[in-house]
């Protein structure tokens, strides 16, 4: 009888497995634990490596299973019609959800058997759901009212500045933390992926920031409280300051987006001082502020300085990403902003290519 512990397999280990039936496995197990061959012989009557029985073998003393084990059957078998409707539900209302997220839901939800990460991944596949870069939207830009709203105000624009847009000035904040959302999202093949933001929006530590066609203007950092209406207010008079005393305008058109905080004070005491005009964009109309490009790519400077580890502090990071935008950066946010006018102003609903 064969040592198990101590078997010598080296002058077969290069020769590829065979391929045995579940009878011949039957058969040798039988022959063999019956004593009357050893595991040699048993073999050597079967037509099978020596190596092949002797690994049978042990398996079956180890597991007492006799029949070779199933490939990709477990798979099959967990991913029935019901798992693959349960991921599909979960990655509709979640798309950018992890399959570690994924999996802890359809624990959650009671599923018979347990599901490994790789079979939710081949589950995916079978949906033709593929993962991508996340654009993500408030849910409210293409009600039909917002869309007329759009359409009113890129007509002003137009009117107002006639593709000269030296005096226009885009101003607005964003917020920023150490936790910044992952870039990706999951999706059918073939269509965007597409994250609904929740329209309250959380702050840590806030940007404050004016554009111009030609360079971002006067930034400030907010990291000792939120911006409410007298901080948003403050840094307001502080801009006007700056455009006059530092880059000479005397004129000028600000234009704000209709946060709540951007209306709480009035603004008629800062006209008359500076003498420079405010104006509202209309409602979910962020793709017609170019401010919103350059937010992006300060965000991206601040997500890369964030995985490599680097050291200094969150406001440092943010002042290196407002450092990286340059004049081309800003005309270029510009003409973005102006293909987006002429769709609005033909009253389109808006959409992220």
Not at 205 to 225: N, V
Not at 318 to 328: M, P, Q, T, Y
Request: aromatic share 8%; charged share 25%.
């Amino acid at each position: 009888m064969a040592d198990f512990n101590d078997v010598n397999v080296s002058n077969d280990q290069s020769r590829r497995n065979q391929r045995i039936s579940n009878e011949k496995r039957h058969s040798l197990i039988e022959m063999y634990n019956g004593q009357s061959y050893t595991l040699k012989e048993a073999a050597s009557a079967l037509n099978i490596k020596y190596t092949t029985a002797w690994k049978i073998v042990h398996e079956f003393q180890v597991t007492s299973r006799k029949d070779k084990k199933p490939k990709g059957g477990s798979n099959k078998r967990i991913l029935s019609p019901e798992i693959l409707n349960q991921i599909e539900d979960i990655v509709s209302c979640n798309p950018d959800y992890t399959l570690k997220q994924i999996k802890e839901v359809l624990e959650t939800n009671n599923i018979p058997l347990s599901i490994s990460l790789s079979t939710i991944n081949n589950g995916l596949k079978a949906l033709m759901i593929t993962i991508k870069k996340a654009h993500r939207e408030l849910g409210k830009v293409n009600d039909e009212k917002y869309i007329a709203a759009r359409k009113t105000y890129s007509i002003w624009f137009n009117e107002e500045f006639r593709a000269n847009y030296e005096t226009a000035i885009f101003v607005d904040e964003s917020p920023f933390n150490l936790h910044l959302q992952r870039l990706q999202a999951r999706s059918t093949k073939g269509t965007r992926a597409i994250v609904i933001l929740p329209n309250v929006r959380g702050r840590s530590i806030s940007l404050i920031a004016s554009i111009g066609i030609a360079s971002l203007y006067y930034t400030k950092i907010i990291d000792k409280t939120t911006v409410n209406g007298d901080v948003f207010y403050e840094y307001l008079v502080e801009l006007c300051t700056n455009l006059r005393d530092v880059h000479g305008l005397t004129s000028a058109c600000i234009i704000l987006d209709n946060a709540r905080v951007h209306r709480e004070r009035d603004l008629q005491q800062v006209t008359t001082e500076f003498g420079f005009e405010f104006h509202f964009l209309s409602p979910y109309s962020y793709m017609l502020n170019p401010i919103e490009c350059a937010f992006s790519k300060i965000k991206n400077s601040v997500r890369e300085t964030l995985r490599r580890g680097e050291n200094g502090s969150l406001s440092d990071q943010i002042l290196k990403g407002v450092e990286s935008i340059s004049a081309d950066d800003c005309a270029g946010y510009f003409r973005n902003m102006t293909r987006n006018l002429v769709n609005s102003a033909a009253g389109l609903p808006y959409v992220h290519y």
